[in-house]
């Protein structure tokens, strides 16, 4: 059974810094492409940054220059790194894994990131 789970989530004021950290049980990490979603109150869950599993990161435009996405395959863990946060910026955080081959998906279990003004 595949797992994922979130960390490092909680409140900061604007202007800080979060790391979540999403460990991956169950599966080959290197075979998955991972990615960060977010789902703020009332919106649709979005994109907010992916890294396949040659390294190459994407990410929504609005978070370009101030979030930055790892992962480190010795340690099954995906990162993400938020510098400079907003108050656009609370939602509720959710790691998920795809097969590159098959192309299953699996989700974290989410964690809350609130950044007050």
């Known amino acids: 059974q595949v797992q994922l789970v979130e960390s490092g989530g909680g409140l900061v004021q604007a202007g800080g810094s979060l790391r979540l950290s999403c460990t991956v049980s169950?599966?080959?990490?290197?075979?998955?492409?991972m990615a960060w979603y977010r789902q703020a109150l009332g919106k649709q869950r979005e994109l907010v940054a992916g890294?396949?599993?040659?390294?190459?990161?994407v990410y929504e435009a609005s978070v370009k220059g101030r979030f930055t996405i790892s992962r480190d395959n010795a340690k099954n863990t995906a990162y993400l790194q938020m510098n400079s946060l907003k108050v656009e910026d609370t939602a509720v955080y959710y790691c998920?894994?795809?097969?590159?081959?098959?192309?299953?998906?699996?989700w974290g279990q989410g964690t809350q990131v609130t950044v007050s003004s």
């Open positions: 169950g599966s080959t990490f290197s075979i998955l492409n």
């Open positions: 890294i396949g599993v040659g390294g190459s990161p």
């Open positions: 998920k894994g795809r097969r590159i081959v098959g192309g299953s998906e699996y």
